[in-house]
């Protein structure tokens, strides 16, 4: 990290990085250092989009939020410099302690509500809250981190396998779809996770990320208050409008749901402020269970003893009447089989056609049923899958064979799947029991993200693991945008406009070599490659400064008389401007200028102005 940072342990991994604790040398703090991983260092469009998102959430600053310092690079080593928090996360406090209390919980959710509504207003989404990215302080305070982040990995986490769009665990159903995300996609997620406090587990899980994705699409949450009957109903009606799957539903920010807790915590008498760290809390269960012990009367002990020897000798004389009537019971029945009714092996059945089968068991004293039917790819329409008592195995004639049939290979449809999006397709695919492969291109007419074109086509009939190949679009190519320095902001946001890129955050601020109006600075800076959709940074001028100027009087009386029509003007550093025109009554005229310049007097006559005089200032 250069001469500056220093790397002193590894404390983690996450989903795009592996997290050191380290030492900023230069201010002599510690840090935490978050190495990207090598398939992400060598992605040159993520790491644009990347560094596009690192320097939006350095501009956040909350005490609920972990401050990013810095991103850099050296060599192929790419990092990010953030605030070192020391404490747990929050998915450490809910492995160990199940659930927490509903006061603790929300407590927790108020300052997390704090740190978004902070993020939100400087528009800023964090796309991946999980406890995860939750770290409780020793003090109780919350930590939120990797804000924005998410957005930049959304395109890479299908590639690289990782994760799905985050965690998939408390993914809204629009980042389940792949569609656009806003403030209300981390109130969603949010949701989840106070879900989760509450009860201890996540309301959707699966066998793979898809599955998962499917039933925050299709199913609805169990309300938590089946899973913890004693949760508090108005509590539960919080978290259900905020996993509401109808967007327009849920909270409309973060500071109502925050509204909301909070009211709740005031009537339950619970006092707004950062709670003890769960982490550190005492059970006390173990010490009171040994204090009932030991109250425990003498005499009712000894008592509970012979009832339960008495018990014991009951119990074994019943176990052994029942043994030996079991066993004389049986001894008949396997004698009078064994003796009257004869015994044959069954024939091995497996692939014959069903009439076949049919025949073979006849000619042997046996009957067949169907037990049930199912597809299978290489045994024939009608023929015998499997049988459910085993080929050889001795039975008395007469038995009926349970036999399982074979409806042939199961054949799917394939759906059509153009401009849908990459996410939505390969869960309609994995849904139909089909897989799928991709690759990309660019497309001037597709946005990014959606199917182009698909192999094979709609309809087509595919058996169950076969491959449907998709190409996804990539966007509009990239190109190098242009530089904005000295531009007027309207014709800015006009280039901005036609090619489609979009105008994130506008800061002004004064300039001594810009005028007001003109751009000062810009990012991403001019060169870099560019899309269509992406967001782009611009910084205005104010123009100077108030106190760099300077005041000018000209005093024209008794050189020029009154009613005599004069234009007067300035030239200095800030160009050419005229400060007065018209007829001229004898007043002092003023003027601001700025460093060494001049007044030019002019004097209309014979329909036009004529320079009389110049007068310097310094």
Not at 38 to 45: G, H, K, R, S, Y
Not at 168 to 196: C, F, M, W
Not at 233 to 248: D, H, I, M, N, P
Request: charged residues 25%.
């Amino acid at each position: 990290m250069g001469n500056r940072y220093k790397l002193l342990e590894n404390i983690g991994e996450g989903g795009m990085a592996r997290v050191y604790r380290g030492m900023d040398t230069k201010l002599n703090r510690p840090v935490a250092i978050k190495i990207l991983y090598e398939q992400f260092a060598n992605d040159p469009d993520f790491l644009r989009r990347f560094k596009q998102e690192a320097k939006a959430a350095a501009k956040l600053s909350h005490p609920a939020i972990v401050n990013i310092y810095d991103e850099g690079e050296e060599g192929d080593v790419h990092y990010i410099i953030m605030e070192y928090v020391d404490g747990y996360t929050l998915k450490d406090v809910i492995l160990r302690d199940s659930r927490l209390k509903p006061e603790e919980a929300a407590q927790i959710a108020i300052q997390i509500c704090d740190a978004l509504a902070h993020a939100h207003s400087q528009n800023v989404i964090h796309r991946d809250i999980k406890p995860q990215n939750i770290i409780l302080t020793c003090e109780g305070r919350v930590k939120v981190t990797d804000f924005g982040i998410a957005r930049a990995t959304a395109d890479t986490t299908i590639t690289y396998g990782r994760s799905l769009l985050g965690s998939v665990y408390y993914s809204s159903p629009e980042q389940a779809r792949g569609n656009h995300t806003d403030q209300k996609s981390d109130i969603y997620s949010l949701g989840i996770l106070l879900y989760e406090m509450l009860t201890g587990v996540v309301p959707f899980s699966g066998e793979s990320p898809i599955s998962i994705a499917l039933k925050h699409l299709q199913e609805d949450i169990v309300p938590p208050g089946k899973l913890v009957p004693e949760l508090p109903s108005a509590l539960e009606t919080v978290v259900l409008k905020a996993v509401r799957k109808e967007r327009q539903l849920r909270y409309s920010s973060a500071l109502e749901l925050r509204d909301d807790l909070e009211d709740w915590l005031v009537k339950t008498g619970e006092k707004i402020n950062y709670i003890s760290n769960p982490h550190f809390k005492r059970s006390y269960s173990s010490e009171l269970s040994r204090g009932q012990a030991n109250d425990m009367d003498k005499e009712q002990e000894d008592e509970m003893k012979r009832r339960g020897r008495s018990f014991k000798r009951i119990f074994g004389y019943g176990a052994v009447l029942v043994a030996v009537f079991l066993i004389m019971l049986f001894g008949y029945k396997f004698l009078h089989s064994f003796l009257v009714v004869p015994e044959v092996a069954v024939p091995e059945l497996t692939n014959l056609s069903l009439e076949e089968a049919e025949k073979e068991l006849l000619s042997l004293g046996l009957g067949c049923n169907i037990l049930r039917e199912v597809y299978s790819d290489t045994v024939p329409v009608n023929h015998i899958v499997s049988q459910e008592t085993p080929a050889q195995r001795s039975v008395r004639k007469g038995k009926i064979i349970d036999l399982v049939i074979s409806l042939g290979p199961e054949y799917v449809v394939v759906p059509f799947l153009i401009s849908r999006t990459e996410l939505e397709a390969r869960l309609i695919l994995s849904d139909l029991g089909l897989n799928m492969t991709s690759s990309q291109e660019y497309s001037e007419d597709i946005a990014p993200g959606y199917v182009i074109r698909q192999d094979p086509g709609k309809d087509f009939r595919l058996t169950r693991g076969d491959v449907v190949h998709v190409i996804i679009s990539e966007g509009k190519k990239p190109f190098s945008i242009r530089s904005f320095q000295g531009w007027l902001l309207d014709n800015a946001k006009e280039w901005l406009n036609i090619y489609g890129l979009v105008l994130r955050n506008l800061e002004e601020e004064y300039s001594g070599e810009f005028p007001a109006g003109q751009i000062i600075s810009q990012f991403p800076a001019a060169g870099e490659l560019v899309q269509a959709g992406d967001p782009v940074d611009l910084v205005v001028s104010k123009g100077r400064e108030p106190g760099t100027y300077k005041s000018y009087t000209i005093d024209l009386y008794p050189q020029v008389a009154r009613g005599q029509l004069i234009k007067i003007y300035v030239e200095d550093e800030e160009g050419r401007r005229v400060i007065f025109e018209g007829a001229y009554q004898g007043q002092v005229i003023s003027a601001r200028g700025i460093g060494s310049g001049q007044f030019v007097l002019m004097e209309f006559r014979n329909q036009e102005y004529h320079i009389i005089d110049i007068k310097r200032f310094p």
